[in-house]
């Protein structure tokens, strides 16, 4: 069955302090794709990046960055600088087959000014 | 609209009632998702929309759960004789396509069986 563990349950930082937030997932498929969303207090589900299983590269957007290791099945998820806007929850999730999404828990953080 | 549109945002209804939570997607967008947001269950896929008919159901907890999507776009999600465990966050996203890569959620209904 497929499955994504966000361990973390919550996470607080200092602002500017780096924080990596992880996930792990299983998966029989060889073609699936890796998800996070931030979920800001508002409520919505906001898109932050996909990964496709046949791209391990790294990825760096601003001050975020994705670090997906097949050889681990992680998708661990870094904020570089961390800023107050950035408290929210984070969610990991796997597209499975029949185009659901499995989510994680997903990790709390909070960023302290 | 510029976004997914949910409606109502909160709503609270007392045991044993009929509620409808409604859900407009973004314009053109083919897909259509329901999913549960409840503490201790996390996100539960519920329903998923191909235009107005639903290949998996697989996730509608029981036969009280029941949703239609009509025109290609407007969603109603209904829930029969409430259960306080039916009490949650009910989130709707759309996709331009079926297969999700990029869903786009609304703000969803929070509903609480009292």
């Known amino acids: 069955a497929q499955k994504v563990t966000q361990a973390q349950t919550e996470i607080s930082v200092v602002e500017k302090e780096d924080v990596t937030l992880d996930c792990v997932y299983e998966t029989r498929d060889t073609t699936y794709y890796l998800f996070w969303y931030k979920q800001p207090p508002s409520g919505e589900l906001v898109f932050l990046i996909r990964?496709?299983?046949?791209?391990?590269q790294n990825e760096i957007s601003g001050r975020y960055s994705w670090n997906f290791q097949k050889s681990t099945s992680s998708f661990n998820f870094t904020i570089t600088a961390s800023q107050v806007v950035d408290s929210a929850v984070y969610f990991c999730a796997l597209l499975e087959y029949g185009n659901k999404l499995v989510f994680g828990a997903g990790t709390i953080l909070r960023v302290k000014s | 609209g510029a976004g997914v549109s949910q409606s109502p945002s909160n709503k609270v209804t007392e045991k044993g009632k009929d509620v409808e939570l409604r859900c407009d997607p973004i314009?053109?967008?083919?897909?259509l998702y329901w999913y549960r947001q409840s503490l201790g269950q996390g996100l539960e896929f519920l329903i998923y929309?191909?235009?107005?008919?639903?290949?998996?159901k697989s996730g509608l907890p029981s036969d009280r759960f029941s949703a239609e999507r009509t025109g290609g776009s407007v969603s109603t999600l209904t829930i029969q004789r409430t259960q306080q465990e039916d009490s949650a966050v009910y989130l709707c996203a759309s996709a331009l396509y079926a297969d999700q890569l990029e869903a786009f959620f609304g703000q969803g209904t929070r509903l609480t069986v009292v």
């Open positions: 990964r496709n299983s046949f791209d391990e």
């Open positions: 929309f191909q235009g107005n008919s639903a290949p998996d």
């Open positions: 314009s053109g967008h083919t897909a």
